[in-house]
């Protein structure tokens, strides 16, 4: 069975930081592509940044500068370092590990930015 949970989500001020993380099992991270992406209240879920097999990071334009994307294989686990954060930023954070077919999301962490 194929788990991925998020953790690191929280309330932080605009200008502040949050480190968040993505723990799977069932799957070896190593091989897939994996991303994370946001849904804020009535919109879509969009990507913000991930990292394939092989590849470098790929990021949204609204998060280039600010969030670094990074991985341990050894731990199975991904992780977004999100800087210079901002209101808009305010999102439920989802955690995705698509390779081929399989497509897997975790249940989400919310990231509210308020002063």
């Known amino acids: 069975q194929v788990q991925l949970v998020e953790s690191g989500g929280g309330l932080v001020q605009p200008g502040g930081s949050l480190n968040l993380s993505c723990a799977a099992s069932?799957?070896?991270?190593?091989?897939?592509?994996m991303g994370w992406y946001r849904q804020a209240p009535g919109k879509q879920r969009d990507l913000v940044a991930a990292v394939a097999f092989g590849l470098g990071p790929n990021y949204a334009d609204s998060v280039k500068g600010r969030f670094t994307v990074s991985r341990d294989n050894a731990k199975n686990t991904v992780y977004l370092q999100m800087n210079s954060l901002r209101a808009e930023d305010t999102a439920v954070y989802y955690c995705?590990?698509?390779?081929?077919?399989?497509?897997?999301w975790g249940q989400g962490t919310q990231v509210t930015v308020s002063s």
């Open positions: 069932g799957i070896m991270t190593s091989i897939y592509t």
């Open positions: 995705n590990a698509h390779l081929g077919r399989n497509n897997y």
